[in-house]
Each structure stands twice: as structure tokens, then as C-alpha cells.
Nanobody, 124 residues
Framework: QVQLVESGGGLVQAGGSLRLSCAAS????????MGWFRQAPGKDREFVAG????????YYADSVKGRFTISRDNAKNTVYLQMNSLKADDTAVYYC?????????????????WGQGTQVTVSS
């Protein structure tokens, strides 16, 4: 199993940018499909972005396409989420997750390892 620790959250004005990091230990992220999820107050945890380990394919929720970019640095065993043009609706706790499935998946149940989450607050 892989252990995940997120960082990089904070308070930003609408239109601004943040970069979240997810540092992995225990296993190399190159053999895991990695995902970012978020949970706003009173709402279910939802998929945001993922990167498949089989071919590095990136995939996104429609709500963040064109604004967010997921990437990974295999040498640092770290996955990133670059968030641009942030909106108030992006306010949530953001979680990093990992699954051994080699193909893209957006299902929470497929991800067996989770970080503790990092708060992102976008002021309008």
C-alpha cells in the first residue's frame, strides 16, 4: 500500500492559482493510477482529475477541464494538481488517492489509498 500526504492548499482569490502536491511513500507512484478528489461542505466527495499509470493518460471532470492540470514526477514520487482560474465553486478539501488499476477510473471505490486532505478556499 502507498501512503499519501497532500500539501499546497490555502486561501486564494477568484481567478488565482494554486498547485497542490501529493507526496507518496511506500510504493512508487509510477505503478499506481493517481487521482485527485474534492469534497465541499455538505456535498459528496467528487472526482477531479486522474493520471493513469499504464500510459500516463490524464483525465478530468468536466467542471475543471481547461483549468486544472494533473502531472507526476516519478523521480520525486509526487503527483501535482495545478489549478488555474479558480472559482468560488472550487472551494473544498482536496484529497489525493491511489489505485493499482492501470486504466483510468473516476470511482471512489476503486481507490484504496487516500491522503488526509488539504483545504482550498477561493474567495469571490
Amino acid at each position: 500500500q502507498v501512503q499519501l500526504v497532500e500539501s499546497g492548499g490555502g486561501l486564494v482569490q477568484a481567478g488565482g492559482s494554486l498547485r497542490l502536491s501529493c507526496a507518496a511513500s511506500g510504493r512508487t507512484v509510477v505503478t499506481y493510477t493517481m487521482g485527485w478528489f474534492r469534497q465541499a461542505p455538505g456535498k459528496d466527495r467528487e472526482f477531479v482529475a486522474g493520471i493513469a499509470w499504464s500510459d500516463g493518460r490524464q483525465y478530468y471532470a468536466d467542471s475543471v477541464k481547461g483549468r486544472f492540470t494533473i502531472s507526476r514526477d516519478n523521480a520525486k514520487n509526487t503527483v501535482y494538481l495545478q489549478m488555474n482560474s479558480l472559482k468560488a465553486d472550487d472551494t473544498a478539501v482536496y484529497y489525493c488517492a491511489a489505485t493499482a488499476r492501470p486504466i483510468p477510473t473516476i470511482e471512489r471505490a476503486d481507490f484504496g489509498s487516500w491522503g488526509q486532505g488539504t483545504q482550498v478556499t477561493v474567495s469571490s
